[in-house]
């Protein structure tokens, strides 16, 4: 039996949360076409007969701008030095640079073998692939790299062959039937989070928090789920809320359908809106709402 910890690592946006929850086989993380959208370091696990991978997505790498942000690409720096194999995750959408190149040599040398995804396949011109990989291989870049798309399903076998073959002997780090380490009211939070990262301009969903402050199973099997959205500004409440409540209404809403589909049960959802100043710049703050290092 193989096993270990694979970081998931890349540029903000480059894919590594959908790849995450394709390889898995169930959704782990939210995805947005939204940077920052990953806050935390969160384990998806895969067990198969041979081997067990724990992936372990990141924020990923980030210009830090505020506490928030900093505490992010802190979370994917610890990460990427306490793993058995680091999963470089590469845009091939958007194009490979000479920065990326850089990163790779960066966590190449942390010794830890590495092996580099480069996703979006589906939305990239064919003919552009053979040139990204001899980009790579000019830039110095000794990594394997698989071209795949997340979307389509498209070199998932051969990605996951590759992961397994790197890594060490050992028994499974987590029973077979878990899919993620975290708890279910952290994912309920994170999924109203992706509904706002999907509705809302860039500037709103950044400086928001979602706190469950009620979960519970009522007698009739409806799950009772309440939250507490927190912004930063007035003005931002006013966006969040919209028009007689409708813009927070049907972002609740399609939440709400998420929730059911992973409570496997009926869900009756009220959301608050509360605004904190500044509480990206809060250590206490972000530790309060559950985000940053633990
Ligand atoms: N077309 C296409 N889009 C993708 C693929 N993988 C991710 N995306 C999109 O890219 C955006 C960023 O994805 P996400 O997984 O959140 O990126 P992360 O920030 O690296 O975790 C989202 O809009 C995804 O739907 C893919 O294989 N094909
Ligand atoms: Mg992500």
Known sequence: M????????????????????????????????????????????????DYQIVFADTPGIYKSRNLLTQDMMKTTETTSRDVDAILYVLDGHAGVKEEDAQLIAKYAALGVPLIVALTKTDIMPAENLPAEVKFLAEAGVEADIYPVSARRGRGLKKLEAGIAAMLPEGDKLFPEDIVSDRSERFMLAELMREKILLKYDE???????????????????????????????????????GRQGRALKEAASFARKD???????KVFLTTYVKVREDWRDSPRLIKEFGYGEE
């Open 2 to 49: 193989k096993s270990g910890t694979v970081a998931v690592i890349g540029r903000a946006n480059a894919g590594k949360s959908t790849l995450v929850n394709v390889l898995v086989g169930e959704k782990v993380a939210i995805v947005s076409p939204k940077p920052q959208t990953t806050r935390d370091r969160i384990l998806g696990v895969l067990t198969r007969e």
């Open 259 to 265: 929730m059911e589909k992973f409570l496997e049960g």
């Open 203 to 241: 500037e709103i969903p950044h400086g928001v928090a979602v706190v469950v402050h009620t979960f519970r199973r009522r007698e009739d099997g409806v799950y009772e789920v309440g939250l507490d959205i927190v912004c930063e500004k007035q003005a931002h409440k006013a966006i969040l809320i």
